[in-house]
């Protein structure tokens, strides 16, 4: 079946350090993958996707690029800010028992102190 | 409009209450979800509407009850539950895709609490 497996947090860095969050997948088919922030307190936001391999996904300073040799789809961002201080799932959607609905990582917290 | 919006942002309810939560969006989407969220979980998947019928049922309790009046609203009708259904109710909204590229659009959630 479809999985996803990302890094265990809590994920601590200072304001401006690199950021990596690291996201692997098994999939039967060939799937899109999906970042999704979780701010405190809110519902789940798309950070960035990509559809197929190679692709990279950008948004507000965010990069992942599709792996399909390595099954991966890692998070970066080269200086992270406080306000980025959320919970960070992996995702992707491919055809499984559940049609095309997302199966999530478990979701990485990242604290961001000043 | 690219936005799911969710009523109430907050429940509380016994458990011999009667209540439902309603998601709206106005993004011509014909598909429509309804996720569980514990505290520090991922959410979990309990109802798929494609098209205003429902596709998919995760083994959900009956307490449960959703609902797709029409295209654009989807409800979750709950009854006599109990207190571990506490959580975050996410309601999402997609483009049917047979090609499964299809990103899901999320709403800010309901946290319910059942006493």
């Known amino acids: 079946g479809n999985s996803v497996t990302q890094m265990e947090g809590p994920v601590t860095l200072s304001e401006e350090a690199f950021l990596t969050i690291n996201c692997t997948y098994t999939a039967t088919g060939y799937p899109s993958l999906f970042w999704y922030v979780q701010y405190p307190g809110e519902g789940l936001q798309l950070l960035l996707k990509?559809?197929?391999?190679?692709d990279k996904g950008s948004n507000k300073g965010f990069e992942a690029t599709y792996r399909k040799e390595t099954t991966s789809f890692h998070l970066e961002k080269g200086s992270v800010q406080v306000s980025d201080s959320a919970v960070y799932f992996c995702?992707?959607?491919?055809?499984?028992?559940?049609?095309?609905?997302?199966?999530f990582g478990k979701g990485t917290s990242l604290l961001v102190t000043p | 409009d690219t936005e799911v919006t969710q009523t109430p942002k907050h429940l509380v309810m016994g458990m011999t209450n009667k209540k439902s939560l309603k998601c709206e969006q106005h993004?011509?989407?014909?598909?429509m979800y309804w996720y569980k969220q514990k505290a520090k979980k991922p959410p979990e998947l309990m109802f798929v509407y494609s098209y205003e019928k429902l596709s998919i049922n995760e083994s959900v309790p009956s307490r449960f009850s959703p609902e797709c009046p029409n295209s654009s609203l989807l409800n979750l009708h709950l009854h006599a539950l109990q207190p571990e259904d506490s959580a975050l109710y996410l309601c999402?909204?997609?483009?049917?895709?047979?090609?499964?590229?299809?990103?899901?659009?999320f709403g800010p959630g309901t946290r319910l609490t059942v006493l």
């Open positions: 995702a992707l959607s491919d055809l499984g028992n559940s049609g095309y609905a997302l199966n």
């Open positions: 990509a559809t197929k391999a190679d």
């Open positions: 993004m011509g989407h014909r598909a």
């Open positions: 999402a909204s997609s483009q049917v895709s047979t090609s499964g590229k299809n990103e899901q659009f």
